[in-house]
Nanobody
Framework: QVQLVESGGGLVQAGGSLRLSCAAS????????MGWFRQAPGKEREFVAA????????SYKNSVKGRFTISRDSAKNTVYLQMNSLKPEDTAVYFCAADPQQRKLVAGTEIDYWGQGTQVTVSS
């Protein structure tokens, strides 16, 4: 079992930055690929970014490339999403996810573990 808890959401002005954190519980954290998803009101949940268990491979939704950076710190059992140049369209609840297979995170299907989400609101 892996437990995930997101934090760092809040209200930010367009063009600003925010860093989300996802704290994982298990010693097996380092064996899981990690990802971030988001869901806006009235919209389906969508993939944002993923990182391999080693941290050597990352994947991003096209619209966030160059603005968002996913990283992980195994010593702290934490994965991060650094969000820069935020836009109003980034407003959503952001969810952390974990799965042994990075491709499952990218596909957004049959993912093993989810966090509860943290709200990100970007004002114009």
């Amino acid at each position: 079992q892996v437990q995930l808890v997101e934090s760092g959401g809040g209200l930010v002005q367009a063009g600003g930055s925010l860093r989300l954190s996802c704290a994982a519980s298990g010693r097996s954290f380092s064996t899981y690929a990690m990802g971030w998803f988001r869901q806006a009101p009235g919209k389906e949940r969508e993939f944002v970014a993923a990182i391999s268990w080693s941290g050597g491979s990352t994947s991003y939704k096209n619209s966030v490339k160059g603005r968002f950076t996913i990283s992980r710190d195994s010593a702290k059992n934490t994965v991060y999403l650094q969000m820069n140049s935020l836009k109003p369209e980034d407003t959503a609840v952001y969810f952390c996810a974990a799965d042994p297979q990075q491709r499952k995170l990218v596909a957004g299907t049959e993912i093993d573990y989810w966090g509860q989400g943290t709200q990100v609101t970007v004002s114009s």
